[in-house]
């Protein structure tokens, strides 16, 4: 499917989101267009408070500061992901909300590891891995703890943790209105047939005012009603049961994305005065290099760094400095060593010029392991050096 195909219509109004299907082939088809669509943006409701004992832990990052400095560092973990694993890879995932540590023990079994007790929310990514429960667990499981938030490094490790299987209440779906839609062949098939597509997902295209895309996001294709349209002619509204709320954008990116509606950004720092979430949002609309050209290489490029205070800005402003304003070049360190491997538009060997570079060295100074010798910032530094990049900081 090209999206060019679809992104005009005769309606005095623009096409502002396809709606489209990924089949088997793997490429995208065409279900529909729309003018708008109502309840996209959201922030996702907390969960209930509980407490879960985290037991046989060997804490790392953050996590052992709190815990070794309990009256100098703060108490709270903020958003935290668990996985339990076994030899042949992840089975089930959570997500704890909010985290916040209650008190901490050595652990009784072996007292070179602790037993945490934490206040959290407690989210279950059964779409994911569905199923979990005490009887489908691995039989010799592994308690991966890792944070959620932007820096994204690993906390630890856990033999068990008390609580975390305990049944809980189904969050309820937020649903998702298509307004002004004219529905393709696929689309019309669905409507009259909606039952064969409730545990299906699709993928809304969000356009911007020249008809590119700007922006994805998923949802089920689960069709709770379908009227005319308030927009009136031969359109309809079509209401999704489920807009994907789990990856919902916040609230706050609207403006990101009414930004990124005018057109792909041509000037620099755009997101410097968003704070570390709108970063990130910022960060899920840009787009890597449209390729067709061989990767440059040597030359000088220069790296803003006024504004690098968080991770999300390292990336904003590493791909602004090496391919322009909006593109992508990662947005963690697995992703910038991918990047420099080619077909990102750039290729080592070259020169950058870090410029404010203590401002960064402050704010990625934390390690992604317990007692890792590198901060961030250094193994960011690190990784680009080898890659063949020069690397000045000023």
């Known amino acids: 499917m090209r999206v060019e195909d679809h992104a005009t219509w005769d309606q005095i109004f623009p096409v502002r989101y396809l709606l489209t299907r990924q089949g088997a082939d793997l ?10 669509v109502e309840g996209l943006f959201a922030d996702q409701v907390p969960p209930p408070r509980e407490l879960l004992t985290l037991r046989g832990c060997t804490p790392a990052g953050p996590w052992h500061d709190v815990l070794a400095f309990p009256d100098e560092a703060t108490r709270s973990l903020g958003n935290m992901d668990v996985d339990i694993s076994d030899e042949k890879g992840p089975q089930f995932a959570w997500t704890l909300v909010d985290t916040v540590v209650i008190s901490h023990s050595p652990n009784a079994t072996d007292p070179d590891l602790v037993d945490v007790i934490v206040g959290t929310g407690v989210i279950q990514h059964s779409e994911v891995w569905p199923g979990a429960g005490p009887g489908t667990m691995p039989a010799v499981p592994r308690f991966a703890v890792a944070e959620k938030d932007y820096r994204g490094g690993p906390i630890g490790e856990c033999h068990s ?3 975390l299987l305990a049944p809980r209440k189904a969050r309820l779906d937020i649903p998702l209105q298509l307004i002004g839609c004219e529905p393709g062949e696929r689309l019309l098939a669905a409507l009259h047939n909606p039952q064969a597509w409730t545990q299906e997902w699709g993928v809304l295209v969000a356009l911007d005012r020249f008809g590119r895309e700007m922006g994805s996001h998923w949802v089920r294709l689960e069709i709770a009603n ?4 308030v927009l009136g002619g031969s359109l309809i509204d079509i209401t999704l049961a489920d807009g994907g709320d789990d ?3 916040s609230l706050g990116a609207r403006r990101i994305w009414e930004t990124w509606y005018q057109g792909f950004p041509t000037t620099p720092n755009q997101w410097a005065s968003l704070d570390t979430r709108g970063r990130a949002e910022w960060l899920a609309l840009i787009r890597p290099h449209p390729g067709g050209e061989p990767d440059r290489t040597g030359g000088t490029h220069h790296l803003e760094g006024r504004f690098i205070t968080d991770k999300p800005g390292l990336y904003c402003a590493l791909g602004e400095a090496l391919i322009g304003p909006g593109r ?3 947005r963690g360190l697995d992703d910038l060593n991918d990047c420099l491997g080619g077909q990102r538009g750039v290729i ?4 950058l010029i870090w410029h404010d570079a203590d401002i960064a060295r402050h704010a990625l100074n934390f390690t992604l392991e317990h007692g890792g010798k590198l901060t961030y910032f250094e193994e960011a530094v690190q990784l680009l ?4 990049v020069t690397v000045i900081l000023r």
């Open 226 to 229: 379908v009227s005319a349209s």
């Open 161 to 163: 943790i008390d609580g």
């Open 328 to 330: 992508w070049f990662g």
């Open 348 to 351: 080592g060997p070259f020169t």
């Open 247 to 249: 990856d919902r954008p």
């Open 27 to 36: 490429e995208s088809d065409f279900w529909g267009r729309c003018a708008d």
């Open 385 to 388: 050096e080898s890659r063949g």
